[in-house]
């Protein structure tokens, strides 16, 4: 499943690289829970929680529906 997340954040980061962010896989816990990291301009932006939320979740979730979320980590 961690190769699927991968496939699916590297088909997301052009559209977060366009505005100066970026985003790290961390890992999958044992509750399908997917840890980013949001680097860049994320790492600081208040928008950064609807990105993760409304875009990374939405779309893995979409491509992998067994995933239950994403959380972002420092």
């Known amino acids: 499943m961690k190769e ?4 699916v954040l590297d088909k997301i980061r052009p559209a977060i690289q366009a ?3 970026n ?3 961390v890992e999958i816990d044992e509750n399908n829970v997917v840890k980013v990291r949001l680097t ?3 790492a600081g932006c208040p928008m950064s929680q609807l990105t993760l ?5 939405s779309i893995i979730k979409q491509e992998i529906p067994e995933i ?3 959380e972002n980590v420092n």
């Open 23 to 25: 985003v790290e896989f």
């Open 40 to 42: 860049g301009a994320c």
């Open 4 to 7: 699927q997340v991968q496939k």
């Open 53 to 57: 939320k409304q875009g990374i979740e």
């Open 68 to 70: 239950k979320a994403v």
């Open 19 to 21: 505005d100066g962010g």
